[in-house]
């Protein structure tokens, strides 16, 4: 039995490093946004950072689970951590900025499974959704001032400042405004690290690897097809699968509208691309006091209001207007995803625990960033302006929802008895 201040004292430290090392993922993001832009890179390839982050989470999903529960969490937390360090050296030593950061986003993929399970080792079962939410609501207050802090960091306001710094003795060759922020976002993951370091090590028992890969994809690839061939859990792992593929690619989607509407640099553009997640997390908290588990699929009709507004984005040439029109996008991503969610995750848990659940919502999202990032970045290969893109891009998604919905409403029909049984059984779990 864990003692009650060692589990305060551990909860704290996690809740620490999970800031940190979150900080340093969206201000490097920033970062090689203005890095691309610094070196004239081709305008497809600032889109294409989202999706290079989620590679490693889409090929090493039925991987990073198991490894996560086979040494200490907090020494994966450390291992993740030191790859993201290796990510930031790779960009600073001059290696292509969507390679680097694709190593960024294998550190993060096999930090994912360790930060949500050691809370399961950690905290009393009482205890796991008030600390599932700290969590929640750490890494979106994180991301907020990660986009703002990468902003600044290349902005005109600090990047002298930070180039002004002078080592003794020793030579840094640091002379770019990209390359000062990322060293100092460096040192950023390498707190988080030390943090990682102090993480107590928990009574749960650790679970060797098995040896046998194609066993471990196996039985992933069962999960999923489980969840997919459940009727209402394949319905919310497409609305989920959608909606964090376009949230997961909106932020980028806003440097490039800002870029082309505005005229807007990096540093401003990192406001508006703030102000969405504000909107989002509005919107999770009006959808957490307003919608029941069992009502979740009522809210389908709104995922086509989603694309539609993407869309309306092309018709904004003020800030004044953008920034609440950016909070009323953001917000309706978040009012769907909360909900949607929360019933995945109760289909998920159901039919194969939580565990695999979740690794396999990770995979389906995960891979839906990086595919509608692809579809985004080509569109901007083949030559389309930014705004054409980005209604290409909406209509995509508005069509996609459009036929999610109308799915659900041909199984509402076809499976009357399995649904209603499937919703009263939400119903009977307590309705939030």
Request: hydrophobic share 55%; net charge positive; with cysteine.
């Given at each position: 039995m864990i003692a009650r201040d060692t589990v305060k004292k551990g909860f704290s430290i996690i809740m620490s490093a999970q800031f940190f090392s979150s900080l340093a993922d969206n201000a490097l993001l920033v970062a090689a946004v203005e890095l691309l832009r610094a070196s004239h890179a081709p305008s497809w390839q600032?889109?294409?950072?989202?999706?290079?982050?989620?590679?490693f989470y889409v090929v090493l999903a039925p991987f990073v689970g198991t490894f996560a529960d086979s040494i200490p969490k907090?020494?994966?937390?450390?291992?993740?951590?030191g790859i993201k360090i290796v990510g930031c050296l790779m960009m600073l030593l001059g290696v292509h900025p969507l390679l680097a950061y694709a190593v960024v986003g294998l550190g993060a993929a096999t930090y994912s499974p360790a930060k949500y399970g050691i809370?399961?080792?950690l905290l009393p079962p009482s205890q796991l959704v008030k600390g599932n939410g700290w969590i929640e609501g750490l890494t979106v207050g994180s991301i907020i001032l990660g986009i703002l802090l990468g902003?600044?960091?290349?902005?005109?306001?600090?990047?002298?400042?930070?180039l002004g710094i002078d080592l003794p003795f020793i030579d840094t060759g640091i002379t770019t405004a990209p390359a000062a922020a990322i060293s100092l976002i460096a040192v950023i993951y390498v707190?988080?690290?030390?943090?990682?370091?102090?993480?107590?090590?928990?009574?749960?028992?650790?679970?060797?690897?098995q040896g046998n890969l194609l066993a471990m994809v196996s039985d992933f690839s069962v999960c999923n097809a489980r969840l997919w061939a459940d009727k209402l859990g394949q319905i919310t792992l497409a609305t989920t699968t959608l909606l964090w593929g376009i949230f997961g690619n909106l932020r980028l989607i806003v440097f490039a509208w800002a870029a082309a509407a505005l005229g807007y640099g990096t540093t401003q553009a990192s406001n508006l691309a703030g102000v969405v997640i504000i909107g989002s997390v509005i919107g999770a908290v009006a959808a957490s006091v307003l919608m029941k588990l069992d009502r979740a699929t009522?809210?389908?009709?709104?995922?086509?209001?989603?694309?539609?507004?993407?869309?309306?984005?092309?018709?904004?040439?003020?800030?004044w207007v953008a920034a609440p029109f950016l909070i009323v996008l953001g917000a309706l991503c978040g009012f769907l995803i909360v909900p949607m969610n929360a019933l995945l995750q109760h289909r998920g848990h159901n039919l194969m625990g939580a565990g695999r659940s979740i690794a396999v919502q990770n995979f389906n999202e995960q891979a839906c960033i990086l595919g509608l990032g692809a579809f985004y970045a080509g569109l901007t290969r083949v030559g389309l302006s930014a705004f054409v893109a980005i209604a290409v891009f909406g209509l995509l998604?508005?069509?996609s929802m459009a036929l999610i919905r109308r799915?659900?409403?041909?199984?509402?029909?076809?499976?009357?008895?399995?649904?209603?049984?499937?919703?009263?059984?939400?119903?009977?779990?307590?309705?939030?």
């Amino acid at each position: 039995m864990i003692a009650r201040d060692t589990v305060k004292k551990g909860f704290s430290i996690i809740m620490s490093a999970q800031f940190f090392s979150s900080l340093a993922d969206n201000a490097l993001l920033v970062a090689a946004v203005e890095l691309l832009r610094a070196s004239h890179a081709p305008s497809w390839q600032t889109p294409a950072l989202a999706p290079m982050f989620a590679l490693f989470y889409v090929v090493l999903a039925p991987f990073v689970g198991t490894f996560a529960d086979s040494i200490p969490k907090g020494r994966v937390m450390f291992i993740s951590n030191g790859i993201k360090i290796v990510g930031c050296l790779m960009m600073l030593l001059g290696v292509h900025p969507l390679l680097a950061y694709a190593v960024v986003g294998l550190g993060a993929a096999t930090y994912s499974p360790a930060k949500y399970g050691i809370l399961t080792e950690l905290l009393p079962p009482s205890q796991l959704v008030k600390g599932n939410g700290w969590i929640e609501g750490l890494t979106v207050g994180s991301i907020i001032l990660g986009i703002l802090l990468g902003g600044q960091l290349v902005g005109p306001g600090l990047s002298p400042l930070l180039l002004g710094i002078d080592l003794p003795f020793i030579d840094t060759g640091i002379t770019t405004a990209p390359a000062a922020a990322i060293s100092l976002i460096a040192v950023i993951y390498v707190v988080a690290a030390v943090f990682n370091l102090y993480i107590p090590r928990t009574e749960a028992p650790l679970i060797p690897m098995q040896g046998n890969l194609l066993a471990m994809v196996s039985d992933f690839s069962v999960c999923n097809a489980r969840l997919w061939a459940d009727k209402l859990g394949q319905i919310t792992l497409a609305t989920t699968t959608l909606l964090w593929g376009i949230f997961g690619n909106l932020r980028l989607i806003v440097f490039a509208w800002a870029a082309a509407a505005l005229g807007y640099g990096t540093t401003q553009a990192s406001n508006l691309a703030g102000v969405v997640i504000i909107g989002s997390v509005i919107g999770a908290v009006a959808a957490s006091v307003l919608m029941k588990l069992d009502r979740a699929t009522s809210v389908l009709t709104l995922g086509i209001g989603v694309g539609i507004l993407m869309i309306g984005l092309n018709l904004i040439g003020s800030a004044w207007v953008a920034a609440p029109f950016l909070i009323v996008l953001g917000a309706l991503c978040g009012f769907l995803i909360v909900p949607m969610n929360a019933l995945l995750q109760h289909r998920g848990h159901n039919l194969m625990g939580a565990g695999r659940s979740i690794a396999v919502q990770n995979f389906n999202e995960q891979a839906c960033i990086l595919g509608l990032g692809a579809f985004y970045a080509g569109l901007t290969r083949v030559g389309l302006s930014a705004f054409v893109a980005i209604a290409v891009f909406g209509l995509l998604v508005a069509v996609s929802m459009a036929l999610i919905r109308r799915w659900h409403q041909r199984n509402t029909v076809l499976h009357r008895d399995e649904l209603e049984r499937l919703l009263a059984i939400a119903r009977s779990d307590g309705g939030h």
